[in-house]
């Protein structure tokens, strides 16, 4: 019930365009808002972007005009399509079922994948 798998990672030239998927069991992704995190060497694990079971969506502001996060409910994955890379959005990037209440349930746990790389360069 708990994994969480991404996919989708590698080495992409800046500007180029990129495409990770996370998949989980569709007990967790019809309830659980999912999100995307990345993290680079010395530095904390930091929010992208997250999705509601709704659809609802928010991102960290040095996304918000070139990632896109949504969910295909027919394959329980939520995609993070990266548009216009930067040097700087090279990290490993996790997928994360957040724990929460949820129709009337408090879920305790969060979900995290094992991480994709991702590098940004030329």
């Known amino acids: 019930q708990g994994q969480v798998v991404e996919s989708g990672g590698g080495l992409v030239q800046p500007g180029g365009s990129m495409r990770l998927s996370c998949t989980t069991s569709?007990?967790?992704?019809?309830?659980?808002?999912m999100g995307w995190y990345r993290q680079v060497p010395g530095k904390e694990r930091e929010l992208v972007a997250t999705?509601?079971?709704?659809?609802?969506?928010n991102y960290t502001d040095s996304v918000k005009t070139r990632f896109t996060i949504s969910r295909d409910n027919d394959k329980n994955t939520v995609n993070l399509q990266m548009n216009n890379l930067k040097p700087s959005d090279t990290a490993l990037y996790y997928c994360?079922?957040?724990?929460?209440?949820?129709?009337?349930?408090?879920?305790?746990?969060?979900?995290w994948g094992t991480g994709t790389r991702v590098t940004v360069s030329s």
């Open positions: 999705i509601t079971s709704d659809g609802i969506t």
């Open positions: 569709r007990s967790i992704f019809e309830v659980f808002k």
């Open positions: 994360k079922a957040e724990r929460g209440f949820y129709g009337g349930v408090h879920y305790l746990t969060d979900y």
